[in-house]
């Protein structure tokens, strides 16, 4: 069944059948949700600076943030700027607070609570970014790498924990 | 709430061999002594052993034996934190019929904060919840334990000849006392007793064990050492698998290199401690001997028992001009405290730190006693203090605020001050004697406490 929300469909919402959106989340922009997504109340999902499409079975929790905004130091003007896609994958979970802008996110990766992740990182798959850890680097993330810890330490897992979904 | 507080801002002088300024609330207060102590002038005692993940209670001895460590538990060796176990379907075939396979349920460790589990180095699951989970054997156990009894018997060896030695000078002397002393002071004595008697706690040997001799062979040194490999400054460097310093180190008998050599290791218990005064050897403080209680047997904290400044509000500050700052006064005990503030005086050798002048006023303040029902009795008639209002700002129950002035005598830097606090204390502790009639059981006596305060730095 799709929850479709009549307050919140703008002009380029498209809701997958089979994805729940809460009524009390934002989603601003260009955006498409794939089915099985759950998008909890009060997460914000705001496509900016380009659309934002996010693939099936993720979870956004509550007040997570996926923003696609525009590069710090370049001023917005309508016709330099060329709109550039966020892509999200399968199976990724959000959990609550964090802020994700990284344009291109894989499969399988956890963003664990209020952990940030910045505009130039592409998270492959299976990436743990730990609680409150900040990832504001300029580099694509190996595959299975766990950031943990106040010092953002790195190490590589060897196992997926299993999703496990409704 | 400590930063709210920012109890640092206060501090009081302990005196005793090193003279200590510390806020209130990490004080203690011997009854008996009648005076402050730190930390530093306590001498701590262990009490217990406990886990702090499973919360069980060690006995001493098999602490000693375990190595401080707890049997259950064990630590993450990436991140330290406490492992979980954590359980998986496995198929297995079933020991009647191999053509079938049932679901068995197996053990793993893995840790909720960097996501290291037993798999990571090779550990096999278990098929038990808790004890199949072994740590790796040392190779050079044997060797150290050699080792250790070696010299155990060594310093035997060397403290029985020390005190033949003391008694062979004096016993033309005082021969009597001394054999009581070390039990070993004449001939007979010592012939008689199997082994001799040690007073070296950890390194003795156990009463009757036969003295036999312990030879070990020295180290050899070896001429040829192997040679690095050709490739060690060439080779990149796969930082994920090798070990931080903290990770290494906290394994010293391993030492791995690689992070796949890092095995967990049991988790270290901590310890319930009991600090004695070392002067009057009272109690300050005995923990519940229970691990899961946070209550104390003795608790005798300088909160409950010395009236306590507190920063309330405090002007801007400027060189030279005289401004007002409002401190409060809180009394922890149930009967009324006269409490008199007085300014250093000129030369005293505790006042290191001021860099303003304080002038407090003379009189005496009374605080009111701590009344627990206080906010509960709605009827009570409100106690009638005669408050000189340049003085005492506000009453509240049993706290006071009052106003110092204060002159800043430094340019630059922070403004700190420093006065003498004068109260008197009622020692509740039960008289020894019978009280006879007419005689008061409690007679007050006054503490004098140097009190610092830090306000902070001048307004720009």
């Given at each position: ?6 307050k ?6 498209k ?15 260009d ?11 009060k997460?914000?999902?705001?496509a ?11 979870l956004?929790e509550?007040?997570a943030?996926?923003?696609?905004c ?7 003007d ?6 550039k ?11 609550v ?10 499969d399988?990766?956890?963003v ?7 505009r130039n ?9 730990g ?7 300029c580099e694509?993330?190996p595959?299975n ?9 790195r ?5 997926r924990?299993?999703?496990s979904?409704? | 709430?400590?930063?709210l ?10 005196s ?12 203690y207060?011997?009854?008996?002594c009648s005076e ?5 002038c ?7 052993h ?22 259950n538990c ?5 991140c ?6 954590r ?12 053509a ?20 990571d180095?090779g550990?096999a ?5 808790s ?21 155990q ?6 403290k ?16 009597l006392?001394y054999?009581e ?10 012939q ?11 390194l003795?040997?156990?009463?009757g064990e ?9 180290v050899?040194?070896?001429?040829e050492?192997?040679p ?32 796949s ?14 600090l ?5 050897e009272?109690?300050?403080?005995k ?7 946070i ?6 904290v ?11 509000s405090?002007p801007?500050?400027?060189?030279l001009?005289?401004?007002?700052v ?7 005990v ?9 300014p250093c ?8 730190n ?20 206080a906010?509960?009795d709605?009827?009570?008639?409100p ?7 340049d ?5 509240k129950?049993?706290k006071?605020?009052i106003?110092i002035?204060?002159t ?10 420093s006065?003498k606090?004068?109260?008197d204390f009622r ?8 009280i006879e009639?007419?005689?008061q ?9 140097h009190?610092?305060?830090?306000l ?5």
């Open positions: 069944m799709a929850d479709l929300n009549a919140q469909i703008q002009k380029s919402v809701i997958a059948p089979g994805a729940v959106v809460c009524v009390e989340s934002e989603i601003r922009g955006v498409t949700i794939g089915p099985r997504t759950v998008v909890h109340p997460a914000r999902i705001l900016e600076a380009g659309p934002i499409v996010i693939g099936e079975g993720n956004i509550e007040q943030l996926l923003i696609n525009f590069p710090e130091n370049i001023i917005p309508k016709k330099d700027v060329e709109p896609t966020m892509t999200i994958g399968i199976n990724n979970v959000f959990e607070g964090c802020i994700s802008q990284a344009m291109k996110i894989g399988n990766n956890v664990e609570s209020k952990a940030e992740v910045g990182v592409i998270l492959t798959s299976g990436c743990i970014i609680a409150c850890c900040q990832v504001n680097t694509v993330i595959e790498t766990v950031i943990y810890g106040s010092g953002c330490m190490r590589v897992q060897t196992e924990p299993q999703v979904r409704y | 709430m400590a930063s507080l920012q109890a640092d801002r206060v501090l009081y002088l302990v005793g061999e090193k003279k200590i300024r510390s806020p209130l609330s990490q004080l207060y011997c009854r008996y402050l102590r730190s930390l530093e306590v001498s701590h005692e262990v009490d217990s406990y886990c702090p993940s499973c919360l069980e209670n060690m006995p001493s001895a098999e602490a000693k034996l375990k190595k401080n460590r707890c049997a064990f630590d993450c060796p990436c330290m934190h406490t492992l979980s176990t359980a998986t379907n496995i198929p297995s075939p079933l020991p009647d019929d191999p079938k396979t049932t679901m068995k349920k197996a053990y793993y460790l893995a840790c909720g904060f960097c996501r290291w589990t037993s798999r180095v550990m699951d278990k098929s038990v919840a004890g199949g989970w072994q740590e790796p054997e040392n190779p050079h156990t044997q060797r150290i334990n050699k080792l250790i009894e070696y010299y018997q060594l310093a035997q060896r060397e029985v000849e020390r005190d033949r030695k003391k008694l062979a000078r004096r016993r033309t002397y005082m021969p006392a054999s002393k070390y039990g070993l002071g004449t001939r007979l004595q010592r008689r007793s199997g082994a001799p008697i040690s007073g070296l706690a950890g003795s040997l156990k009463e036969d003295q036999k001799e312990i030879k070990i062979e020295p050899q040194a070896l001429e050492v192997e690095l490999p050709e490739d060690y400054y060439t080779r990149p460097i796969n930082l994920p698998e090798v070990t931080t310093l903290r990770q290494r180190l906290l394994q010293p008998d391993f030492q791995p290199i690689g992070a050599q890092l095995y967990p290791r049991h988790k270290h218990l901590l310890i319930k401690r009991s004695r005064c070392r002067k009057c009272h109690n300050l403080s923990p519940e001997f229970n691990p899961t209680s209550k104390f047997k003795i608790q005798l300088a909160l409950n028992y010395i009236p306590e400044v507190r920063i309330m405090i801007n500050l400027r060189y001009k005289e401004s007002q409002l401190l409060t006064l809180t009394n922890p149930e009967n009324i405290t006269h409490v008199t503030l007085r005086e000129e030369g005293d050798q505790d006042d290191l001021s860099t303003a002048t304080v002038a407090v006023s003379p009189k005496e303040l009374l605080l009111a006693g701590k009344d627990a029902a906010e509960y709605e009827l009570a008639e106690q009638d203090f005669q408050d000189d209002p003085v005492v700002a506000f009453r129950s049993n006071i605020g106003f002035k204060v800043p005598q430094c340019e630059e830097g922070e403004v700190t001050l006065f606090m004068r109260h020692n509740l502790a039960a008289p020894i004697r019978p009639e007419g005689e059981g409690n007679e007050p006596i006054w503490l004098t406490h009190v610092e305060l830090s902070g730095p001048l307004a720009p």
